[in-house]
Structure formats: C-alpha cells, structure tokens
C-alpha cells in the first residue's frame, strides 16, 4: 500500500547516544515547517523525560491494545521495550502543511519505506565519530545505569551496521554542522520538488504535453 502525503516523512536513525535527539530538537527549532513525530513507548520514563513531549508513557498492555486497533503506522521492539509512531502525527502535519520527522530505528524506517513512496521519504543515518565517543555520550547524559549503558552499546554496533539503507549518511562530529547539514539537504530537496512541479507545468504550456 502506498500512501500520498504533500510534505516530506523525514526519519533520523542512529545508534542510541549518537546525539540524535538534540539532534532532532535543534532542527526543529531551526526549521518553522517541521512537526515532530512523538512515539509511543511501554519503557519506563526517565527523570528528564516529559510525557507528551519526549514519549507517550504507556503499559506495555496500553501499547499492545492501541497496536491491535492499528494505531502505528510503525511499531518497534528494542531493549525489551516497545516503540510506535502513531498515524495521528503524520495525519496532523498534512492538514498543516508541514513535515514531519521521526526520531526511530532502522526497523522503523524500514516499515516507513514500505507504505511510502520514495519521493516522500528523506532518511538520515547519523553516526557517532567514534565507539568511544558514543560511550562518553550515554554515561554524559546521565539517562541509563551501567547495565542499560552496556546493552545499548551492543545494540548500538548492531544497529550501525544498517547505515547503507539510508540515502544520507552523516558523521555527527559538530551538532550544530550536521543540523545545518540536515537542513541544507531537505531545503534542497524541497528546491529539487518545486522544480519539477514548475518545469511540469510550464512544458504543458509549451509543448502541450
Ligand atoms: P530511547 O529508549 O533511547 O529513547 O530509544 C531507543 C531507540 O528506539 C532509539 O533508536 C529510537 O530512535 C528508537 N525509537 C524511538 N521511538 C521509536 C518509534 O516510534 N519507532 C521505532 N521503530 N523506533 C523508535
């Protein structure tokens, strides 16, 4: 099934602690017409953590029930716990005219892929400089204990290892580059899709095809 949206589904995948969701936030503060898609999760919430604005902190029972009434356009297990996109999101940014982006997993972006077309979607991968530098950023940001902290680092190699799906693959060294980087790359897609319109309607003009 293929859906038509006007805007454009951007997904940000990366390893756990790569930076992707100061990532994600910065872009949006840069960039006016982007809405954020807010997931659903049956993890517990941690102290940072707003409901509502990070996550919907739901029970794994809550999740399982929303997910049988076909609530997510994509759902996701990772570290035990279960991770959704609810179609509300992306239904909301149409109405308003906006992109919309989401801050998943490669299962995720996967699932994405296979209910929109190509020309919708714009997918990131952003890796960390380093494995060190990814280890310094999960203990920094003082979220996960050290179990959490050495189980996310797993996944996180694993995970990796699906960058080559990703049209765009960035190295996130500096924040604020690789934001520009993100912006400068929507932009110029956007640009790519408003040519095509106009040159579209303008050879029907011309050559009335
Ligand atoms: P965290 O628990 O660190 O917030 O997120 C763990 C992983 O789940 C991250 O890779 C994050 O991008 C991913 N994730 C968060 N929300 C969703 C979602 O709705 N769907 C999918 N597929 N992955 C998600």
Request: glycine share 2%; proline share 2%; aromatic share 10%.
């Amino acid at each position: 099934m293929t859906t038509e949206t006007i805007n454009k589904l951007i997904i940000i995948s990366s390893p756990s602690g790569a930076g992707k969701t100061t990532l994600c936030k910065l872009l949006i503060k840069k960039m006016k017409n982007i809405n954020l898609s807010i997931s659903y999760t049956s993890r517990n919430k941690k102290l940072n953590e707003i409901h509502g604005k990070d996550y919907y902190f739901v029970s794994k029972e809550k999740f399982k029930e929303l997910k049988k009434k076909n609530y997510f356009v994509e759902t996701a297990k990772n570290f035990n716990n279960l991770y959704g996109s609810p179609f509300i999101n992306i239904h909301k940014s149409i109405k308003n005219n906006r992109h919309i982006l989401f801050d998943i997993d490669w299962k995720g972006a996967r699932k994405i892929r296979r209910k929109y077309k190509k020309d919708q979607i714009i997918d990131f991968f952003i890796l960390p400089p380093s494995k060190s530098e990814l280890k310094r950023r999960l203990i920094k940001r003082g979220r996960d204990n050290k179990k959490e902290i050495n189980l996310r680092l797993s996944y996180a190699i694993d995970e990796m290892r699906h960058f080559s799906e990703y049209k765009y693959v960035l190295i996130n060294e500096n924040v604020q580059k690789t934001v520009d980087d993100i912006k400068k790359i929507i932009e110029y897609r956007q640009l790519i899709d408003n040519q095509k319109k106009i040159l579209k309607n303008k050879l029907k003009k011309i050559i009335n095809i």
